[in-house]
Structure formats: C-alpha cells, structure tokens
C-alpha cells in the first residue's frame, strides 16, 4: 500500500470531517521518502481546521494524529468527558489546548498508549472505560474498537467509518489527490449518508451499499 492510500486507509473519516481524530504509525523512513506529500496537504486541510501532528518515537517508528479541531474540541468540551479526563490527571480547567498538548505529550513519550487515547479519536466513553476496566475482555462487539455499550450505535458509526474510507479510496484510485477526494466528501457526504441510511435498512449489504455510493459520486466530481 502507497503513502496517500495508508493516510486514507487509516484517516479518512478526520480528514472528511466526520471523526475526531485518528491514529497511526508508520515505519521512519516510509515516513521520510513521503513527508513532502504530507506537508503540502497542510495549507489545504488547515483551511478546515483539520491538522496532521508528527510525533517521532524512540522504536523507529513515527505517530501521526490527524484531527479536526471542531470535532475535536466538541469531545473535550463534554462534561462526561472532563470528568473522566480529570481522572487521568487533564488539567481540563485550561481549556482545549492544554488537553491536547497532554495527550500528544503521553503519545510521544509513553510505550503503549492511554487508555484515555480512544475518547480523543471519537469512541464513546462507555467504550472506553468499559475496554480497561474489562482488560479488553467481554464486549459485546468487536470491530474498529471493542464495544461495551450501546452495540447497535457503534455499528452504525463504525459503517459510517468504513464507508467514508472506501468511497475515498475508490477517488483516489481514479485520480483524485486526497485533499480533493476529502473536499469531494465534504461537499457531498450528506448525500451519501443518507444513501446508506435508506440502503442499509433494505439490505443490510455494505458491500453493494458501498458501491452503490460510488456511483452517485461520479455524477459529482
């Protein structure tokens, strides 16, 4: 898999404005031979308030947080959602910033990540807290993230995921750089959801869900 595919395999839901963040790692210097790429993205996505934070890591590897600051701002913003980062030692009284800098500060200098890291990259809380106190064992699903609260909620989010990501994909794979095929999403994924509210609920195939929705994309590119 390319440089521009792995960015959409892994992020294409925060960088279309439809999650809070994602996470991912890549080998340093698969990094290096592509991070001109990554940088000339920039000025385009910041436009959108959706930002790419580079963190190196000791192991070789580096981390890249890709977020939208709306989305992002709005989890942190929760009361539910102070209280348990209170417990994790945020200093949520500061304010968004000082948030953030905590969490890319335990990302870059902790071995395995937060707990705390998925409440940042849009799981639901119950989720979250229910994956340590559980040490990851008996959640009701498994997909995306381990789910310990309202199964048929993460179903539909973790859809909505997956077929941002495929319908961004299938863009670039026939032509679109990926700030064009996020700004295409952008522009017409309301489109698209409600395509696959109505598809889903007759079939329950996402495969032909998804290709269904690739279609209609090409009418708006």
């Known amino acids: 898999m390319g440089f521009e595919e792995t960015v959409i395999h892994c992020s294409a839901p925060a960088l279309c404005g439809i999650k809070p963040a994602s996470l991912f790692s890549l080998k340093n210097e698969f990094y290096s031979n592509n991070k001109s790429r990554l940088f000339s993205w920039r000025k385009n996505f910041s436009k959108d308030r959706r930002f790419f934070v580079i963190l190196k890591k000791e192991d070789g590897r580096v981390l890249i947080f890709v977020y939208d600051k709306g989305l992002l701002e709005e989890v942190c913003s929760k009361k539910k959602n102070q209280e348990y980062l209170k417990t994790k030692g945020y200093e949520v009284e500061k304010g968004f910033n000082s948030i953030l800098s905590e969490l890319l500060f335990r990302l870059a200098h902790e071995n395995s990540f937060p707990h705390e890291t998925g409440l940042f990259l849009g799981y ?6 229910g994956f340590e106190t559980q040490n990851a064992r008996n959640c009701v699903f498994s997909g995306f993230w381990k789910v310990y609260g309202d199964k048929q909620a993460a179903l539909d989010l973790m ?8 319908i961004c994909m299938s863009w670039f794979r026939k032509g679109l750089s990926v ?3 996020a700004q295409k999403y ?3 994924g309301g489109k698209f959801m409600k395509t696959a509210i109505v598809y889903s609920s007759t079939t329950g195939n996402t495969e032909q869900l998804a290709n269904a929705i690739k279609e209609i994309g090409r009418a708006h590119v």
């Open 179 to 181: 700030p064009l095929a």
């Open 124 to 129: 639901p809380l119950e989720d979250v807290i």
């Open 159 to 166: 859809k909505k995921y997956r077929l941002c990501t495929e």
């Open 186 to 188: 952008k522009k017409n």
